[in-house]
Each structure stands twice: as C-alpha cells, then as structure tokens.
C-alpha cells in the first residue's frame, strides 16, 4: 500500500490556515506574518514536506529535467564529464536523466525519443560511433528541446557544441614522443567519421611533419578499444621491432597496448614509448604510470550546461550557435621517461 504524500491542503487542515498562506509561507512570500512563516515551515520540515515536482512543472510548462546520453557511463571521461553537468544543474534545482547507448545507434534513437517523450528541457548528447544517421537529432529540434553536443558532435545539426581540442592534444602528445626519441610511431586510431578519430590522427601527423618525420599509413591502425588492440596484437607485434613509440587514441587502447607488448618481451620505455590521451585514474596505477593528455572533462561538462540554461532561459539566440574548445594538457609519466 502506497504511503500518502503530505500536500499543502493536508498542512492547511492541519494548522487551520488556507492552503494559499501555506503556499506562500512556505516561499518565504513577505505578506506572511514571520510567526506563520516559522509555523508553517516548522511543520512541513516535521513532516518532510516536498513540493509536487509534476505539479510544479505543469505550472511552468517545464519539467526541470535535463537529459544526458552518453556511449558509456562506465568511462572515466564521460563520468567526470557528468560530473560537470550536475554540479551545475543541481545547483539551479534541476535533475538528470541518463541513458548510455554502449555504442549502438538504435538504443540513442530509443533514448532520444524517451526525452522527447518524457518532456525533458534540454538534451546533451556525445553520439555513438556507429551513428550516421541524424534524423533523431533533427526531431529534437523540431519538437522545440534545444539540443547540445560535447566531445564526440554532429557537424550536421546546428547547435552548440563543446570538446576537447583534439587536434592539438594529439599534437603536443606526438610532439613528446619525438622529444624523447621516437622517431617511428604506431598511431592506434578511432573511427575517421568522427571528429574526434579524424582531429587526433591530424594532429599526429601535423606533429610529424613539424619533425621532417614521415606519417607512414602502415603505422596507423583503427583500433579504439581494449578488444580491439588484443584482437589485433598480431598485427601489432609484428610492427613492433619497426616502432619506437605509439601514440594512442584514448588511454585505455594505450594500456591495453602496453600490456601486449610488455607480454611479448619489450620494455616501456626503453624499447618502445607509449603516449594516451584522456587521463583517467588508471593512467597513474598501470606499470609503468602512462603519459597521456588531460581531456577536462569536468569543465566541458559544466560549459556544456551552461551553454544549455542560456538556450532553456531564453538568453541566447536561439539562431546563433557557438563551439567552446578547451585545450588538453600533457601529463608526462614513466611510459615515456627515457
């Protein structure tokens, strides 16, 4: 049996007051003599009291509900980047919704359609690598839900957009390896018809190049996951007395990659040196601790709700679209001492 809510009629009846002094006691409203006030605030913190959030959001054609879909929540980026996103929506009296897509293109329609469905006010979204189709992303918009993308965005939609700058975090990642030596270095790619694939690989090739070093594209494999590099140690083994650096795609193919090569008999750094990007926790406790390039992902989600409220409030134009790039830092670590 369902336990009953206390209403602001019930505490009216109770204390023998209307429900509108209740209501306005209740949001500190200065008509209200300050004795009703505490009377009244006193009671309902007793009762534990909470305000209808449907009833509140009906009232104000807003549901106070922001909806976030992430590939995958388990990842240390997208997690800090959630961090971000609460912090500042929290602070505004607003609740989160979030749906993870482990990738697959169905499930984000699903889960746009969701907060379509459910009347969220906002929609943040870094998409799936398997998506190239956007006709749920353009739904969003036609049913009037401003819609922000961060880190992995749609270039076909017209929105803000927040991310990393990936190109220069590869560069200044690739710049450290030839720093300390390399000069033939696997890049483990991501998928090129995102931005973040296609930015990181230009910018290990642009730092090359600073370098008269040649971007061989038999030292470039597409390969973005743990899976990924074990399914294809071969491949990378047979390369290996070639290299003498990788730089990979995000941090955990960069682990994932020394683990195989270190299984195999070469050693980090000596032999060969091993560069990530991301710096998640793990980057400090693999052997050795792995030089990578901070993502900020806790500020790219606070910008990314930011920029939403300004869409919710109506201070921004709703025509005028602006992308926010934050520039990654290298972190250097054993991976790469030499």
Known sequence: ?????????????ILGISPSTVSRALKDHPDISPKTKQLV????????????????????????????????????FFSSVISGIEDVAY??????????????????????QAMIDNRVDGILVSMSKNTYDFAHFENVIENGIPIIFFDRVCEEINSDKVIADDFEGARIA????ISVGCKKI?????????????????????????HQLECNPRYIIKCDTREDVFAKADEIIELAPEIDGVFAV????????????????????????VAGFGDGPNA??????????????YDIGQEAMRM??????????????????????????????R
Not at 91 to 112: F, H, L, P, S, W
């Open 308 to 337: 939403l409220f300004r869409h919710i409030e109506g201070t921004h134009p709703t025509d005028e679209f602006e992308t926010k790039i934050f520039t990654p830092e290298l972190r250097p670590r054993e991976s790469s001492s």
């Open 41 to 76: 605030q006193a009671f309902a913190e007793k009762v534990n009291y909470r305000p209808n959030a449907l009833a509140l959001s009906l009232r104000s054609s807003r549901t106070n509900t922001i909806g976030i879909i992430i590939p995958e929540i388990v990842h240390h």
């Open 91 to 112: 602070a505004k009296g607003y609740n989160i919704m979030i749906c993870q897509t482990n990738e697959n293109y169905q499930r984000e329609v699903i889960d746009i």
């Open 174 to 177: 690739t710049h450290h390896l």
């Open 186 to 210: 696997l890049h483990l790619s991501a998928p090129q018809h995102l931005l973040i694939g296609k930015y990181r690989k230009e910018g290990f090739c642009s730092a090359l190049k600073e």
């Open 284 to 297: 400090t406790i693999t052997y050795p601790p792995l030089t990578t390039v901070e993502q900020k992902g």
């Open 1 to 13: 049996m369902k336990s009953h809510q206390i209403t602001i009629k019930d505490i009216a009846k």
């Open 250 to 273: 995000n941090d955990s193919t960069a682990i994932a990659v020394m683990q195989v090569l270190q299984k195999n008999g070469y050693k980090i750094p000596q032999d060969i040196a």
